[in-house]
C-alpha cells in the first residue's frame, strides 16, 4: 500500500467548513432543546449534525475540570475544537454551552474560524430560575453549587450576536424553525451544503 | 417555550450508539489513509462519518500534552470521550491513532463501550521507516523527536483486535473495502443502522 502525505490528513483551510452553531444562554434558557430539534430536523433533511451538550462534555470529555476561570475557559477551548475538527468535514455543529464570557466566546470563534455562528438563547433570570429543570438554581440559591451563572456568577449576553432567540415567547417548534432558517441561510452564503 | 428534563441532553446507555473503529498501528502503517478512504466509502452511501485523527487532535484538541505516558493517556481519553460523545448521536467515528498501548486502548474501550471496535493497522517498522511520509522515522533515528514509537517507544500490538489489516501487502482500495465490509457486518450486528 502506497501512502502519501496528502491523504495522511484532512487538511482544509480553517472555517471552510460547515456551520458551527453556538448557542449560549442561561441554565434552563432553552439551548440544549432547540438543539436537539434541529438535529432532527436538519438529520430528516438528509444534513448530518453532531450536538456537543455543554452538560455531556463536562461528564465526559472535560471531566476533571472545575468552574474556576481557567478551567471554564480550557472547557470552552476544547469545545472550540473539536466543532472544528468535525466542522472541517463537513458536519454541522451545535455546541450548546452556557460560555458565560464574552471572551470565551470569542477565543472559540478565533478556533473555529469563519463558519463559526453566535445564537443568544435568551429568557430571563426569573423565567429560567422558574423553569429549574435541573434543579440547579434551587441549590444555588441555596449556596450548594459554587459559582453558578446568573447566581452567583455573571453572564455577559452578546454584543453583536448572528441570532437572539427568546424562549420565554417562542414555543420549541418555533425556536428550532427560526434557527433551521438562519442555518440554512448560512450554510447557503458560505457555499458550504 | 417549555422545557422538560428528558429533552436536555441525548441520553442513550453507553455503547448503544454506531461503531468506533479504533485504528491503531505504527506511524506511517496507513491508519489516516484507510480512514480518510473509508469515510468517502461510507459517506457516499448516506453514513455519516467523523474521523478523529491523531496528528489533528494534537494540533487541537490535545495541544499542550506531550508524549509521556501521563499525556499519552489524556489524549486517548479525550479522544475517547469526543468517540462516544459521537457514535452516542448515531454518527459513526473512525479513531486514528498510534494508540501504542494495550492499557490505553482498553481504557479507550471502556469508555465507548461494546460499540468499539479495535482494528490493528499493520506494516512492519522496516516498512513504515521506509515509507517515513512525515519524515518522522529520520528524526527520531536522528534523536530529535523524544519517544517515537517503533524507535525510541514500544508498540504493544492488539492481542485480539477485531480485524488486522497488514499495509505492506495490500492497496488502499483493499484495505478499505476490507474495513468497509467489517463496518457494515458489525453495525448490522448491532443494529446500528
Given at each position: 500500500?502506497?501512502?502519501?502525505?496528502?491523504?495522511?490528513?484532512?487538511?482544509?483551510?480553517?472555517?471552510?467548513?460547515?456551520?458551527?452553531i453556538w448557542l449560549t444562554g442561561l441554565s434552563g434558557a432553552g439551548k440544549?432543546?432547540?438543539?436537539?430539534?434541529?438535529?432532527?430536523?436538519?438529520?430528516?433533511?438528509?444534513?448530518?449534525?453532531?450536538i456537543l451538550d455543554g452538560d455531556d462534555v463536562r461528564r465526559g470529555l472535560?471531566?476533571?475540570?472545575?468552574?474556576?476561570?481557567?478551567?471554564?475557559?480550557?472547557?470552552?477551548?476544547?469545545?472550540?475544537?473539536?466543532?472544528?475538527?468535525?466542522?472541517?468535514?463537513?458536519?454541522?455543529?451545535?455546541?450548546?454551552?452556557?460560555?458565560?464570557?464574552?471572551?470565551?466566546?470569542?477565543?472559540?470563534?478565533?478556533?473555529?474560524?469563519?463558519?463559526?455562528?453566535?445564537?443568544?438563547?435568551?429568557?430571563?433570570?426569573?423565567?429560567?430560575?422558574?423553569?429549574?429543570?435541573?434543579?440547579?438554581?434551587a441549590r444555588a440559591r441555596r449556596g450548594e453549587v459554587a459559582k453558578f451563572?446568573?447566581?452567583?456568577?455573571?453572564?455577559?449576553?452578546?454584543?453583536?450576536?448572528?441570532?437572539?432567540?427568546?424562549?420565554?415567547?417562542?414555543?420549541?417548534?418555533?425556536?428550532?424553525?427560526?434557527?433551521?432558517?438562519?442555518?440554512?441561510?448560512?450554510?447557503?452564503?458560505?457555499?458550504?451544503?
Amino acid at each position: 500500500m502506497r501512502i502519501d502525505a496528502n491523504s495522511v490528513a484532512l487538511h482544509t483551510p480553517r472555517g471552510s467548513g460547515s456551520c458551527v452553531i453556538w448557542l449560549t444562554g442561561l441554565s434552563g434558557a432553552g439551548k440544549s432543546t432547540i438543539a436537539n430539534s434541529l438535529r432532527e430536523r436538519a438529520m430528516a433533511q438528509g444534513m448530518p449534525v453532531a450536538i456537543l451538550d455543554g452538560d455531556d462534555v463536562r461528564r465526559g470529555l472535560s471531566q476533571g475540570l472545575g468552574f474556576g476561570h481557567a478551567d471554564r475557559r480550557e472547557n470552552i477551548r476544547r469545545m472550540a475544537e473539536v466543532a472544528r475538527l468535525l466542522s472541517d468535514q463537513g458536519l454541522a455543529v451545535i455546541v450548546a454551552a452556557v460560555s458565560p464570557m464574552r471572551e470565551q466566546r470569542a477565543m472559540a470563534r478565533k478556533i473555529v474560524g469563519t463558519a463559526f455562528r453566535e445564537v443568544h438563547v435568551h429568557a430571563s433570570l426569573a423565567t429560567c430560575e422558574q423553569r429549574d429543570v435541573k434543579g440547579l438554581y434551587a441549590r444555588a440559591r441555596r449556596g450548594e453549587v459554587a459559582k453558578f451563572t446568573g447566581i452567583s456568577d455573571i453572564y455577559e449576553p452578546p454584543l453583536q450576536p448572528d441570532l437572539v432567540i427568546d424562549t420565554s415567547s417562542c414555543e420549541v417548534a418555533q425556536a428550532a424553525s427560526r434557527l433551521m432558517s438562519a442555518f440554512d441561510a448560512w450554510s447557503l452564503r458560505d457555499g458550504s451544503r
